[in-house]
Nanobody, 121 residues
Framework: QVQLIESGGGLVQAGGSLRLSCAAS???????VGWFRQAPGKEREFVGF???????YYADSVRGRFTLSRDNAKKTVVLQLTSLKSEDTAVYYC????????????????WGQGTQVTVSS
């Protein structure tokens, strides 16, 4: 089994930065790791993913502002958030998937509990 734990959320002013981490335990991290977010009253939204080889893909809304990286030996994926906007406020989830498409939440088998990101304007 795989357990994912997010950390690094918090309160930040617009224009600021945060670093979210997703730590995995269990089997070797051979899967893609995606990040999703959900704001109050809205559906869960794809943010980006990073595959095992380090290839990345981002939603249009965050491309150029958010950056994914991973350390497979440490079983950790980092989502660096910069130039934050109030509309980035949400609970952020990391998830693991063995098969794509990785922009589809339905393909993810493993989910963390989420970490709150609040951006004040």
């Amino acid at each position: 089994q795989v357990q994912l734990i997010e950390s690094g959320g918090g309160l930040v002013q617009a224009g600021g930065s945060l670093r979210l981490s997703c730590a995995a335990s269990g089997r070797a991290v051979t899967y893609a790791v995606g990040w999703f977010r959900q704001a109050p009253g809205k559906e869960r939204e794809f943010v980006g993913f990073i595959n095992y080889s380090g290839g990345t893909y981002y939603a249009d809304s965050v491309r150029g502002r958010f950056t994914l990286s991973r350390d497979n030996a440490k079983k950790t994926v980092v989502l660096q958030l910069t130039s934050l906007k109030s509309e980035d406020t949400a609970v952020y989830y990391c998830a693991g998937a063995d098969r794509g498409p990785y922009s589809n939440a339905a393909n993810y088998d493993y989910w963390g509990q989420g970490t709150q990101v609040t951006v004040s304007s």
